[in-house]
T-cell receptor, first 113, second 113 residues
Framework: GNSVTQMEGPVTLSEEAFLTINCTYTATGYPSLFWYVQYPGEGLQLLLKATKADDKGSNKGFEATYRKETTSFHLEKGSVQVSDSAVYFCALSLTTSYDKVIFGPGTSLSVIP | NAGVTQTPKFRVLKTGQSMTLLCAQDMNHEYMYWYRQDPGMGLRLIHYSVGEGTTAKGEVPDGYNVSRLKKQNFLLGLESAAPSQTSVYFC????????????FGQGTRLTVV
């Protein structure tokens, strides 16, 4: 079936550290890939997306590249800030059943000063 | 532009009581979703709708009912609440298409005692 797997958290980093959150997917067909972020006490909001292989999504210093050969969409940021503390969700939607969005389990990130 | 609005934000129910959660969106989106978020479980899809008057089951529909009588509103009902339904509930909406962004409400924190 279609699914999204993320690295388990929680992840704790010091301010200005490099961040990688791994995401891999299983999908029939050609998915669009997303990263959503959930700040404490809020709903999810879109962070970035990529719609085809080798596309790079970027926003607020975060980047992720759609790797079809490894079925991955890892999230990276070169220098995290305390304000980046949140839960990050990798997600996909499919051209064959685009009425649904499939989310990964989420990865909690805490950035300490 | 309000986006997606959920009411209420918090609620405590006794086992066996009923309630309805309301989701309203003002973006003219076709698709609407109800998710529940539990620690360590990520987001799980309860029910969804691809248009006014249509609904479909997600991965955890038991114990819930939904209605989409108007395009802008998506109601989630609990007929007889159980402690296992203690959770944070999120509503989301999207335009049609496989790479469209999902917009989320702020969530409803429900406790069943």
């Amino acid at each position: 079936g279609n699914s999204v797997t993320q690295m388990e958290g929680p992840v704790t980093l010091s301010e200005e550290a490099f961040l990688t959150i791994n995401c891999t997917y299983t999908a029939t067909g050609y998915p669009s890939l997303f990263w959503y972020v959930q700040y404490p006490g809020e709903g999810l909001q879109l962070l970035l997306k990529a719609t085809k292989a080798d596309d790079k999504g970027s926003n607020k210093g975060f980047e992720a590249t759609y790797r079809k050969e490894t079925t991955s969409f890892h999230l990276e940021k070169g220098s995290v800030q305390v304000s980046d503390s949140a839960v990050y969700f990798c997600a996909l939607s499919l051209t064959t059943s685009y009425d649904k969005v499939i989310f990964g389990p989420g990865t909690s990130l805490s950035v300490i000063p | 532009n309000a986006g997606v609005t959920q009411t209420p934000k918090f609620r405590v129910l006794k086992t066996g009581q009923s309630m309805t959660l309301l989701c309203a969106q003002d973006m003219n989106h076709e698709y609407m979703y109800w998710y529940r978020q539990d620690p360590g479980m990520g987001l799980r899809l309860i029910h969804y709708s691809v248009g006014e008057g249509t609904t479909a089951k997600g991965e955890v529909p038991d114990g819930y009912n939904v209605s989409r009588l108007k395009k802008q509103n998506f109601l989630l009902g609990l007929e007889s609440a159980a402690p296992s339904q203690t959770s944070v509930y999120f509503c989301a909406s999207r335009r049609t298409g496989e790479n469209t962004e999902a917009f989320f409400g702020q969530g409803t924190r429900l406790t069943v005692v």
